[in-house]
C-alpha cells in the first residue's frame, strides 16, 4: 500500500529518512513531498536577544525551523565564536523548552540541553512549563514562526508567566508543490493513506489533494503529525482516520498501520 507524506525530506547527510524507513517495516511505500518554503527574518533582532542571556528566564522552541534560524546566525564567525565561548553556557544554566523529539536535537546540535520533549505538542509543553516556572519571574524568550498559534503564549499568561515572542520566520507553499502532487498522482495513484505535518500543510495541499482524488477521496485514511493538525483536517470538513499518540516516526507509522487494517479500511492494495 501506498503513504503519502507532506513533509520535507530529512538532510541527506543523516541518513535515510526515519518517516519512510518506519513504513517500510509495515511494508508501506511511502513517497515524500515538500508543503513549505521558510523565509527567514529578524536574524540580527534574534542575535541581539541571545547575546543578552540576563535579561531572560530561558528559552522556547516548538519548531524546527526557529533553531534553523539561530544556525544561520551562528555561520557568522563572530556570532559563533561569542556563542562558544560564553554565551551558549550561560543559556545552559537556564532551561531550553522544547516540542518533540525533531526540535530537541536541533538544541542539542547548538550546545543547549532540551527540556519537554516528551511532551509532543504545544498544550502538553504547556503544561511542562507552568509546573517549573513561577509567577513574574522573567520573560521566557520564544523564537518562532509568524504562523505560530496562540496555544501556548494563551497558556502562560493565563498562569502569570511572561513570554516574548520574536518572529524568525515565514511560511509560504512551496513552488513546485502543485506539481510534484499532479505527477504523484497521475503516476502513482490514489494512496491508501495521505500524512499531513502542519495545519499549514493542510491549507496549502488539500485543495490540490480533493481535485486530484475525485471521488475516491472517500477511500483514503488522512492522518495527521498531532492534535492541531488534526483539528485543521476536521475543520476542512476532512475525517481523521488516525493522529500520532507523539510526534515521532515509530508512533506515526503504528498509527498508519492500525487504521489500514482491514476492518478499519476499504482501500485496494
Not at 560564553?86 to 527540556?115: C, D, H
Not at 510534484?180 to 490514489?190: A, T, V
Not at 483539528?231 to 487504521?259: F, K, N, R, W, Y
Amino acid at each position: 500500500m501506498k503513504v503519502l507524506l507532506l513533509k520535507d525530506p530529512k538532510d541527506k547527510d543523516s541518513g535515510p529518512d526515519p518517516y519512510i524507513k518506519e513504513l517500510g517495516s509495515y511494508s508501506l511505500e511511502a513517497t515524500l513531498i515538500p508543503v513549505l518554503s521558510f523565509e527567514f527574518t529578524s536574524l540580527d533582532s534574534l542575535f541581539d536577544k541571545l547575546s543578552h542571556p540576563e535579561c531572560y528566564g530561558g528559552l522556547v522552541f516548538t519548531s524546527p525551523r526557529a533553531l534553523e534560524a539561530i544556525k544561520i546566525c551562528l555561520k557568522e564567525k563572530s556570532k559563533k565564536e561569542a556563542w562558544s565561548k560564553s554565551l551558549k553556557q550561560m543559556w545552559n544554566i537556564k532551561p531550553t523548552y522544547v516540542v518533540g523529539k525533531a526540535t530537541a536535537s536541533l538544541v542539542e546540535e547548538i550546545g543547549l540541553i532540551p527540556q519537554g520533549e516528551k511532551a509532543g505538542n504545544a498544550e502538553k509543553l504547556a503544561e511542562y512549563i507552568c509546573s517549573r516556572e513561577k509567577p513574574n519571574s522573567s520573560a521566557l524568550l520564544f523564537p518562532c514562526g509568524a504562523l505560530k498559534r496562540e496555544v501556548l503564549p494563551t497558556a502562560l499568561r493565563e498562569k502569570g508567566i511572561a513570554l516574548e515572542s520574536l518572529t524568525v520566520y515565514q511560511t509560504t507553499q512551496h513552488p513546485d508543490l502543485q506539481e510534484s502532487l499532479s505527477s504523484y498522482f497521475s503516476q502513482q495513484g490514489i494512496p491508501a493513506s495521505i500524512v499531513f505535518f502542519s495545519p499549514s500543510g493542510v491549507k496549502f495541499c488539500l485543495q490540490h489533494i480533493q481535485k486530484l482524488s475525485g471521488d475516491l477521496i472517500n477511500q483514503v485514511k488522512f492522518a495527521a503529525i498531532g492534535p492541531s493538525t488534526a483539528e485543521a483536517l476536521q475543520g476542512a470538513g476532512i475525517a481523521v482516520s488516525c493522529t500520532a499518540e507523539s510526534p515521532t516516526a515509530q508512533d506515526l507509522a503504528a498509527a498508519i498501520h492500525t487504521a489500514l487494517q482491514p476492518h478499519n479500511c476499504s482501500v485496494p492494495q
